[in-house]
């Protein structure tokens, strides 16, 4: 959320939170990865970050005109929804969750999926990618941690690595799995920081 509020900022939170939620559940089948929410004094901005945004918008942008409309009901305010389209679903952490997430509810085996996924991030340009799966995995009695074989590298340690964090949680029958994500882009240098200069 990108917004200053010198009261009623409890209010504006709990709009938030519920126009996240709703937005979530409404466009559960298109993707969404990130919701930024902006507001002006008496309008509300939603961009919405989707890898199907086909989904999102609909025929003619009617699937968007009625959830403009449905958010206005929600808010009591003017309310202006984006669509932005994510390139590359593979390198984005929450999509990479939800989407492995969604396979353990399906009952795929945990290891398939878990070496699926990182070998689609890295074939699209991830520098390194790891995933951890915790809880009654595969039915198991007790529940337990896996992690997925180290691939490529992912400094967590390092303040300018360009890290994309995620979590997730897969309903099975057994129980709930969760699932966290990390990615890492490379690192992020500081203008004039390319090379070291000698003293």
Request: with cysteine.
């Amino acid at each position: 959320s990108n917004w200053f509020a010198e009261k009623d900022f409890s209010e504006l939170l709990k709009e938030d939170l519920m126009l996240r939620r709703y937005v979530r559940q409404r466009l559960q089948r298109a993707g969404v990865s990130q919701i930024n929410i902006e507001r002006q004094p008496k309008r509300v901005t939603v961009e919405v970050h989707t890898a199907r945004p086909g989904i999102a918008i609909g025929r003619r942008g009617a699937e968007v005109d009625k959830i403009r409309d449905e958010l206005k009901a929600l808010t009591s305010k003017d309310v202006s929804l984006n669509i932005q389209e994510i390139k590359k679903p593979e390198l984005d952490a929450q999509l990479v969750a939800d989407n492995l997430a969604r396979q353990l509810e399906q009952r795929v085996s945990f290891r398939r999926a878990m070496k699926k996924s990182v070998a689609s991030s890295m074939r699209m340009g991830a520098e390194g990618i790891r995933i951890v799966c915790s809880g009654r995995i595969g039915g198991s009695e007790m529940g337990r941690r896996e992690r997925s074989e180290p691939a490529g590298r992912v400094p967590l340690h390092t303040l300018r690595a360009d890290i994309d964090y995620a979590m997730a949680t897969a309903y099975t029958v057994s129980g709930t799995v969760g699932v966290k994500v990390w990615i890492c882009h490379g690192e992020v240098m500081a203008e004039g920081e390319g090379t070291a200069q000698a003293v």
